[in-house]
């Protein structure tokens, strides 16, 4: 029997053999499926009185353990943030039926025609809101934490998966070991910093838009890979998103609205809001670098190219921020060796 067709007999037993139709809903950058359940005669089953449609996730336990995600799933919903209901589960074989957040994400709505950057500031206010409540309701030994080996292992994707096998370069003993000294710097400054609840993934893709009257906007997804780490993290991977770039001005207001509303709120920020920035540049240099080798990785190893469309911007944000402190200044000088930027001369006559 099919994966698909062990899928479709829980759901028929889950449903109560109600009539339901079943349609792909999303795939991600993982082993994990999402189809939508719809119910064409209006005759929902008790289980989803109240839903329109459900979502029903598929996650082969060969390759991916829902459990982190269903434990996770309710530890954001005790901090009254939107994240989808469980509302049947089997984690021996890797299905879970969900409510249905829609199909609009952030990046979808921010990409209309008619989205003001008015709108998008009262999205993204709504975003730092529901983050703040995930932060608030911190506690260490809850997940498992941001450490060292886990910042060392996410930058090591960088040199193994971007400079070796994506770009095809050997790097110099002397480049290898300026490297090495560049992600020690940046792990003490991320070991530094505040400790929270972190998403991983806050960013446009994962954030929903929920209509008027349907709950606390924005619906929150992907979460499985949370963990106890450092403050600043899931505000890079708002304001520093892979897939939409905004101006710098427009992206600082937000922050400094987070850092203000933080404050009041009493979590850990640092009291100047410079150090909290630097924190946040820091973080960024961290979290780009590993994306980069994630996103080689996708391409090479699982043959998923789309997402190199997003490395430009990547480099965009960590050119910007090395340039900014001396200590990142080797690694700007091996970015320039391994993707030059084009010099326009200009002639006087």
């Excluded at 119910?39 to 996650?59: C, E, K, R, T, W």
């Excluded at 982190?68 to 879970?96: D, K, Y």
């Excluded at 193994?160 to 994506?166: F, S």
């Excluded at 806050?202 to 963990?227: C, K, W």
């Amino acid at each position: 029997m099919s994966r698909l067709d062990r899928l479709k007999q829980w759901l028929e037993k889950t449903l109560s053999a109600v009539r339901h139709e079943l349609a792909p809903a999303s795939a991600d950058a993982s082993f994990r499926r999402y189809f939508r359940v719809t119910f064409p005669n209006g005759n929902a089953p008790p289980i989803a009185q109240g839903h329109a449609s459900l979502i029903v996730m598929d996650a082969p336990p060969e390759h991916e353990d829902c459990r982190p995600w269903i434990s996770i799933a309710r530890l954001f919903a005790a901090a009254s943030v939107h994240v989808p209901e469980i509302l049947a589960e089997n984690p021996e074989q890797g299905f879970l039926l969900m409510s249905d957040l829609g199909n609009e994400t952030y990046l979808n709505r921010l990409n209309t025609p008619g989205c003001t950057p008015v709108d998008a500031a009262h999205l993204y206010a709504d975003a730092i809101g529901s983050l703040i409540a995930i932060q608030a309701a911190s506690r260490p030994g809850i997940l498992p934490e941001y450490d060292d080996t886990l910042l060392r292992r996410e930058l090591m994707l960088f040199p193994d998966w971007y400079i070796a096998r994506h770009k095809n370069i050997t790097l110099t003993n002397d480049d290898q070991n300026a490297l090495m000294g560049v992600f020690d710097s940046i792990i003490a400054a991320n070991l530094a910093e505040p400790q929270v609840f972190v998403h991983r993934d806050y960013h446009s893709r994962n954030l929903m838009v929920i209509p008027e009257g349907r709950g606390i906007n924005p619906g929150i997804i992907d979460f499985q890979d949370a963990v106890y780490g450092p403050l600043t993290y899931d505000l890079v991977s708002l304001f520093k998103d892979a897939y939409i770039e905004w101006d710098e001005e427009f992206t600082l207001d937000l922050l400094a609205r987070y850092w203000e509303a933080a404050r009041k709120h009493g979590l850990p920020v640092r009291a100047d809001f410079a150090d909290f920035h630097r924190d946040y540049e820091w973080m960024g240099v961290q979290r780009h670098i590993k994306v980069v080798g994630i996103f080689a990785r996708l391409c090479h190893r699982d043959g998923k190219d789309g997402y190199l469309s997003s490395m430009p911007l990547l480099m965009r944000y960590l050119r910007k921020a090395c340039g900014r402190y001396r200590e990142l200044a080797p690694l700007l000088k091996l970015l320039d060796k391994l993707e030059p930027v084009p010099t326009e001369h200009f002639y006087s006559f």
